[in-house]
């Protein structure tokens, strides 16, 4: 079983950055892809990125291509998403996901409850 907590969510203005953060318990953490996706109002859970277990490789969206950055710290069992240059259309709640069957935006076991992010015009 696989436990994820995010964090770093809040309210940023638009050009602005945000770091989110997610904790996950288990050993098998280490040896897993891990996934960030967001949900906005309304709209359907999209995939936004995704880091393999080693760190070495990693996948987005073309919505947040060249402006989001996906690592991890295996040792803190952590993954982080580097959110720069946001835009009103990335206010989602944003979750991190793991299993261990993932390909890219697939194969998702485990998920966290979520963080708010909101981008201010």
């Known amino acids: 079983q696989v436990q994820l907590v995010e964090s770093g969510g809040g309210l940023v203005q638009a050009g602005g950055s945000l770091r989110l953060s997610c904790a996950a318990s288990?050993?098998?953490?280490?040896?897993?892809?891990m996934g960030w996706f967001r949900q906005a109002p309304g709209k359907e859970r999209e995939f936004v990125a995704v880091?393999?277990?080693?760190?070495?490789?990693?996948y987005y969206a073309d919505s947040v291509k060249g402006r989001f950055t996906v690592s991890r710290d295996n040792a803190k069992n952590t993954v982080y998403l580097q959110m720069n240059s946001l835009k009103p259309e990335d206010t989602a709640v944003y979750y991190c996901?793991?299993?261990?069957?993932?390909?890219?935006?697939?194969?998702?076991?485990?998920w966290g409850q979520g963080t708010q992010v909101t981008v201010s015009s």
């Open positions: 880091i393999n277990w080693s760190g070495s490789s990693t």
């Open positions: 288990g050993r098998t953490f280490s040896s897993y892809a």
């Open positions: 996901a793991t299993g261990p069957r993932v390909t890219r935006s697939r194969g998702y076991d485990y």
